[in-house]
């Protein structure tokens, strides 16, 4: 992304995962961005990013975890935005429209703003849409089925592939006619 977003205004969202995922997320960043996770006194954890002032705050519900609040302030080059918040509204399927507001000293653009939209899991705004396609591909690929397809298997005109999409069709295409060369070879030498 490279330009620090001053602030997120959030207009709405909606995200809801496994419990198990946001406890995991600070170890599993630690090598991209210190994160910190908070139990709250009424309840609810708070997934921050350490000595920064973003946020997420969430609602404890059994073995699952439901959005509740988001902050994001003084987000150096879109760091927390990209990878915690979008990273997590594509790969559960989340809603969120905002408007992102950059730092105008950064920003050569006429507009100091962009507008964000992500439903369930899909959006346009770079880096988030390759994460998006890819996650399709692969929900598709272990299903045995394909993008743009049906749960009844019927194709979905209305869902075109974006160029993203198609891109890492063919890279995934060449990759498994890789994997089956190596294979072939593979079992040749035995």
């Known amino acids: ?46 997934l921050e990013h350490e000595g920064q002032e973003s946020f997420l705050r969430f609602r404890l519900d059994g073995e699952g975890a439901e959005l509740i609040e ?25 809603d969120l429209r905002a408007r992102l507001v950059f730092d105008p000293l950064e920003n ?15 959006t346009s705004w770079p880096g988030l849409a390759t994460q998006s396609a890819a996650m399709r591909l692969a929900h598709a690929a272990a299903e045995g089925g394909s993008v743009g397809t049906s749960e009844g298997g019927e194709s979905a005109p209305d869902e075109p592939l974006s160029a993203e999409e198609e891109e890492l069709t063919r890279i995934l295409a060449r990759a498994e006619t890789a994997w089956q060369e190596y294979q072939r070879l593979k079992r040749q030498r035995e």
Do not use: Y
């Not at 990878?83 to 790969?91: D, E, F, I, P, T």
């Open 1 to 46: 992304m490279g330009t620090r977003i001053e602030a997120v205004e959030v207009l709405s969202f909606r995200l809801e995962l496994p419990k198990l995922v946001l406890e995991r997320m600070p170890g599993e960043q630690r090598n991209a961005l210190p994160l910190r996770l908070d139990r709250e006194e009424d309840g609810t954890v708070t």
């Open 70 to 94: 988001i902050c994001i302030l003084h987000d150096a080059r879109g760091v927390f935005f990209q990878q915690v918040l979008g990273s997590l509204m594509v790969r559960f399927l989340g």
């Open 108 to 122: 050569a653009s006429d507009e100091p703003w962009a507008e964000v939209s992500i439903e369930r899991g899909r």
